[in-house]
Every structure is written in structure tokens, then in C-alpha cells.
Antibody, heavy 118, light 107 residues
Framework: QVQLVESGGGVVRPGTSLRLSCVTS????????LHWVRQTPGKGLEWVAL????????FYPDSVKGRFIISRDNSKNTFYLQMNSLRPEDTAVYYC???????????WGQGTLVTVSS | DIQLTQSPSSVSASLGDSVSITCRAN??????LAWYQQGPGKAPILLIY???TLKSGVPSRFSGSGSGTDFTLSIRSLQPEDFATYYC?????????FGTGTKLEIK
């Protein structure tokens, strides 16, 4: 049974950091590209980060580039999103997703809410 | 960035009806388009990729078509579980982007 389970969300102040984790099981983790996607009521779905199956490549949109870092631990079937210099506009539900094709979102977690507010 | 505009933003239909949702890209994306379904309070589910390839396990009443800049998701013989929000997503180039969403409501 495929599972992706996020953790680490919460309420934080602007300018601070937070790390999200996604523990996975039930699929060939080392063959999948791994993403974080966020969703807000106002802006809909937004792709946030991608790490390739071999960890050699990471990709980000300009909105988070330089602030967020995606990483993976293939020995633990787990990946992470380190979020630094958080802004109120980063407030969203963050989903971890996995893709064998790297550029679609085949498998999803249940989401974790991040609220950035003073 | 590639922008995807979906229409309509919402549509009402009855059980057993057929509906179509369109997604227009602001530049040519070939067939690098996927469709997702999202129920209330749930994560999205991948339905179609490559514009027209149904993901394994997705009912055959769903179909996708199009290439270039204009794409369509069609659902025939609507079932209760089909009433949800649908999003398109392009994978032609980074940043990966999603459409604006279409909410399918029961009439």
C-alpha cells in the first residue's frame, strides 16, 4: 500500500524557518522524482520543489528559490523541505508528491498546513 | 512561466450527464499536460497524463484530448464521486504550473 505522510507543519513567525518531512512506503522510492506542492484558497495549486531520483538535480520556482531546499534520504524513504525566511504568502497546505516521470504528480500525501503569521 | 487558463471556472451537471472542461496554455506545450481531480479536503488525484493517457485504475468515462495550446477533459455518465474540482498541469517546462481549476457541482 502506497503511503506518503507529511509532518512538520505549524504556525511560525515571518522570517523564521521550518522543515517539513515526508515519510513514504509502498513504492520504489529510489526510482521516483519527489516534489512538494502547496495550495492556498487564493492562488490554487503551486509547485514548490523537485528533487530528482538520484538527488543530483533540484528545481524550484522563483517564488521560493534561494529560500527553500528540497532533499531526500534514500536510505529512509523520506524527503524533506527546508523552508527559510518564511513569508506570510508561504501560508498554505503543503503536499508531498512522487512521480516516476519526474514531471507529473502521481502519488500524494494528505497535506500539512503551514501558517506564517506574526 | 506557462499560464494555464481553465474554463468554465464552475459547472453544474446532473448524474448521468456528460461534461467537458477546457484548459488553454499561453504557449505551445505539445502534449505535456495532465489532469487531476480533487475532492473536498483531499489531495489531488492524477487522472490523465500526456494529454490523453488514462492513468491505470481511472474509470474509462474520463478522457482527455488536445495538443499545442488547447486541451479538453471530458467526463461522460457522471457519477456521484465525480463532483469535485479539476485542475490541468503542464510539464513542458519549469516551473511546472497548474490551471486555475474547474469546480464540477451537482445540479
Amino acid at each position: 500500500q502506497v503511503q506518503l505522510v507529511e509532518s512538520g507543519g505549524g504556525v511560525v513567525r515571518p522570517g523564521t524557518s521550518l522543515r517539513l518531512s515526508c515519510v513514504t512506503s509502498g513504492f520504489d522510492f529510489t526510482s521516483y522524482g519527489l516534489h512538494w506542492v502547496r495550495q492556498t484558497p487564493g492562488k490554487g495549486l503551486e509547485w514548490v520543489a523537485l528533487v530528482s531520483f538520484d538527488e543530483d538535480n533540484t528545481f524550484y520556482p522563483d517564488s521560493v528559490k534561494g529560500r527553500f531546499i528540497i532533499s531526500r534520504d534514500n536510505s529512509k524513504n523520506t524527503f524533506y523541505l527546508q523552508m527559510n525566511s518564511l513569508r506570510p504568502e508561504d501560508t498554505a497546505v503543503y503536499y508531498c508528491t512522487a512521480s516516476p516521470a519526474m514531471v507529473t504528480f502521481d502519488l500524494w500525501g494528505q497535506g500539512t498546513l503551514v501558517t506564517v503569521s506574526s | 512561466d506557462i499560464q494555464l487558463t481553465q474554463s468554465p471556472s464552475s459547472v453544474s451537471a446532473s448524474l448521468g450527464d456528460s461534461v467537458s472542461i477546457t484548459c488553454r496554455a499561453n504557449q505551445d506545450i505539445g502534449t505535456w499536460l495532465a489532469w487531476y481531480q480533487q475532492g473536498p479536503g483531499k489531495a489531488p488525484i492524477l487522472l490523465i497524463y500526456g494529454a490523453s493517457t488514462l492513468k491505470s485504475g481511472v474509470p474509462s468515462r474520463f478522457s482527455g484530448s488536445g495538443s499545442g495550446t488547447d486541451f479538453t477533459l471530458s467526463i461522460r455518465s457522471l457519477q456521484p464521486e465525480d463532483f469535485a474540482t479539476y485542475y490541468c498541469q503542464q510539464s513542458n517546462s519549469f516551473p511546472l504550473t497548474f490551471g486555475t481549476g474547474t469546480k464540477l457541482e451537482i445540479k
